[in-house]
């Protein structure tokens, strides 16, 4: 009975996620519904947020060289090398290698994931990052991506690949990151080869098509019972055979030298390449995530010094959210360690039980229930 009114109480909830960009089939039994997938209710937010990003993307294209436009327009996603000068490249890079301070540590499989959030108080000791985050053609290529008119959240992100004992970086796996557009962004401070994890992307996988759609709408039916965890939580994983039966062509992996930018819609379909060895990759990343169906009339994230301060202000309302006994936040304070810094706090320091770790700091509908219940 009390479970009862509980589920009932909640449903309200639920309801207005589906207005979201909540995408666990898992944690929302509307967005999981089987019969209400088999009517089309993942296809149908998957198209409409597809046309609002669309709409939204016409105004942002239009201060964008028109050669990158219609890169992204084709493939999804831009590369642009030599993007900064090399003197500026060189200030800047002497400014992430001499800086020590607090920075995040999570896992994912057998990889460490290190960020350092560029606020402005950050920013301050590493100026030359700050000429990087201030070039135009940056924050305008990750909005027209993103198809929203923010400041993203920008940090300094080192990748070290085998650097703990696990089960592959699940980051391997070919897949898209939720059922819109949405935007990541490289630039690199380190060389990516073929065989040193480059980004890939399948070109073209960020548009829609009917084999698509039907594919999605199988996958939507089964994602809240699947084995796959993250396909179940609505980032579908998907196999080179899939994506050939949609018409996509082959994935294409971008190795590139530092003083590289990439841009890309992660809706389409992209992954980590495999790492042979243990290594490290360093670079200036970034990420926007906004409500896929509406854009607020007024965004107080425009403001750069209001935009730039989110990042960490995210990673302390998940602190705090940790601290009153809802749910795990996988991002582990680290301080006084260097973006270039091999060391790892490991296991024993991000604690992040077995299960927990593709959350990657989400707080899910589950988690908002908890804290709602105590
Ligand atoms: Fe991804």
Redesign the pocket.
């Given at each position: 009975m009390h479970k009862t009114i509980k589920t009932i109480l909640t449903y309200p909830v639920w309801t207005l996620q589906l207005f979201t960009g909540v995408k666990s089939f898992r944690d929302n039994p509307l967005i999981g519904s089987r019969r209400l997938n088999e009517t089309g209710l993942h296809v149908l937010r998957q198209s409409v947020a597809h046309r609002a990003a669309s709409w939204r993307r016409r105004r942002l294209k239009r201060a964008i060289p028109p050669h990158l436009v219609t890169e992204f327009d084709r493939d999804g996603f831009v590369v642009i090398r030599d993007f900064l000068p090399a003197a500026t490249f060189s200030r800047l890079l002497d400014d992430v290698r001499q800086y020590r301070g607090e920075a995040r540590e999570t896992i994912q499989g057998d990889t460490v994931t290190r960020r350092i959030a560029l606020e402005p108080r950050v920013l301050a000791r590493m100026p030359g990052v700050r000429t990087l985050l201030d070039v135009p053609l940056l924050g305008r290529l990750i909005r027209l991506a993103g198809s929203r008119d923010c400041e993203p959240l920008y940090y300094i992100q080192t990748i070290l690949p085998h650097a703990v004992t696990g089960v592959p970086d699940p980051?391997l796996q070919l897949?898209?990151?939720t059922f819109h557009p949405t935007v990541?962004a490289w630039f690199t401070l380190t060389e990516t080869a073929e065989n040193s994890g480059p980004f890939v992307y399948v070109p073209g996988s960020h548009r829609l098509n009917p084999a698509r759609q039907a594919w999605e709408k199988r996958m939507s039916l089964e994602a809240a019972g699947s084995a796959d965890r993250l396909s179940g939580r609505g980032?579908f994983r998907v196999d080179e055979e899939a994506l050939a039966a949609m018409g996509y062509p082959a994935p294409r992996a971008v190795a590139v030298p530092a003083n590289t930018l990439i841009v890309a819609d992660?809706g389409g379909f992209?992954?980590?390449g495999v790492s042979e060895q243990p290594g490290i990759r360093v670079e200036i990343w970034a990420y926007e995530r906004g409500n896929p169906f509406f854009a607020p009339l007024v965004d107080p994230w425009r403001i750069h010094a209001v935009g730039r301060r989110r990042a960490p202000a995210l990673w302390a309302f998940h602190d705090w959210l940790e601290e009153g006994g809802v749910g795990v936040h996988v991002w582990r304070k680290r301080g006084d360690v260097g973006a270039f810094d091999l060391d790892v706090g490991g296991h024993a320091s991000v604690h992040v039980p077995p299960g927990l770790s593709g959350r990657f700091g989400q707080v899910t509908s589950r988690m908002l229930r908890r804290f709602v219940r105590r």
């Open positions: 980051q897949h898209a990151d990541k980032s992660t992209h992954a980590r």
